[in-house]
C-alpha cells in the first residue's frame, strides 16, 4: 500500500567490527587501552617500561633484602601508589579491584603457604608485591596503546642485534603471545559451554581435553601460516649444504 513506510533493513555489522582481530584486544586480565589525556598517557612509552622494570626491583629490593615488617609496609605502600595513579590517570572506579578479581586464588594461596611456613610478615609481603606488580603492568596497557608498547619494546632490545638477538622476532614473538591469550581464553569458554550442554559441566576431561587439542591445533596453523609468510626460517643468508653442496673434491 501506497500509505505504508517501507521497511528498514537491519543494519549490518561491519567486517572490520565483524572479524577485527587487531592489537588493541589486550589479555583481559591486564585489561584493555583506555584512552585518556593524563600526563601518564602522554608519557613515551620507552619511561613508562623503564617505570615498570623500576617497580619490579623496588619489589624485589623489598621482597629479598629488607625485614619482615618493613617489607610488608613497602609493599602494601607501592600497591596504593599504583592503585592511586591509576585513579588520577582517570580509570574508571573499581578498575584495581577487577583486576585482582581475575586472580583472588594465587593472593590467597601465596598467603597461606607463607603463614603455613611460619611467615606471617611475608605473608603479607609476597601477595601484596604480586598485586602491585600485576597493577603496574595493568596500568602500563591502560594507558598505552599495545602497538605502540610494542615498539617500544623492540626498540629497546635493538641494540642487543650485537650478541645475536633479532629485535623483530622478538616482536613478533609478544605479539604471538598477545594475541593468543583471547583465543585460548575463548576456546575454554567454548568447551565450558559445550561440556555444560552434555552434562559434563564438573568433568575436567571433558574441560581440559577439547582446549589442550584446540589450542595443539591453532599452534599448528599459526606454525603453517608463518611458515607460508616467510617466518620460519633462521634469518641468514647461508645456504644449506644439504640443498646445495658444494664442488666434489678433486
Known amino acids: 500500500m501506497s500509505g505504508q513506510r517501507p521497511r528498514r533493513r537491519p543494519r549490518r555489522r561491519s567486517r572490520w567490527r565483524a572479524r577485527r582481530r587487531g592489537l588493541d584486544a589486550a589479555p583481559s586480565l591486564l585489561g584493555h587501552h583506555v584512552p585518556g589525556s593524563s600526563a601518564l598517557h602522554r608519557a613515551p612509552a620507552g619511561r613508562k617500561l623503564a617505570a615498570l622494570a623500576l617497580l619490579g626491583v623496588l619489589l624485589g629490593v623489598l621482597r629479598l633484602a629488607v625485614p619482615g615488617p618493613a617489607a610488608a609496609g613497602g609493599t602494601l605502600v607501592l600497591a596504593a601508589l599504583v592503585a592511586v595513579v591509576a585513579r588520577r590517570c582517570g580509570l574508571p572506579r573499581g578498575w584495581a ?106 568433568d575436567p576431561r571433558a574441560l581440559l581435553v577439547p582446549v589442550l587439542l584446540r589450542t595443539v591445533a591453532h599452534a599448528h596453523a599459526l606454525g603453517e601460516a608463518l611458515a607460508a609468510r616467510g617466518l620460519d626460517t633462521a634469518g641468514t643468508d647461508e645456504p644449506d649444504d644439504d640443498e646445495h653442496p658444494g664442488p666434489a673434491p678433486a
Open 97 to 202: 579491584l577487577r583486576r585482582v578479581r581475575a586472580v583472588w586464588w594465587l593472593p590467597l594461596l601465596l598467603a597461606a603457604a607463607q603463614l603455613w611456613l611460619g611467615r606471617p610478615w611475608h605473608a603479607v609481603a609476597v601477595p601484596a608485591a604480586l598485586v602491585a606488580a600485576l597493577w603496574g603492568a595493568a596500568l602500563l596497557s591502560a594507558t598505552t596503546p599495545l602497538p605502540v608498547l610494542l615498539d617500544a619494546v623492540v626498540r629497546a632490545v635493538r641494540p642487543l642485534a650485537r650478541v645475536g638477538v633479532d629485535a623483530d622476532r622478538v616482536g613478533l614473538a609478544l605479539v604471538l603471545a598477545l594475541t593468543s591469550v583471547p583465543v585460548v581464553l575463548g576456546l575454554l569458554e567454548q568447551s565450558r559451554a559445550a561440556a555444560a550442554a552434555r552434562g559434563l559441566g564438573r
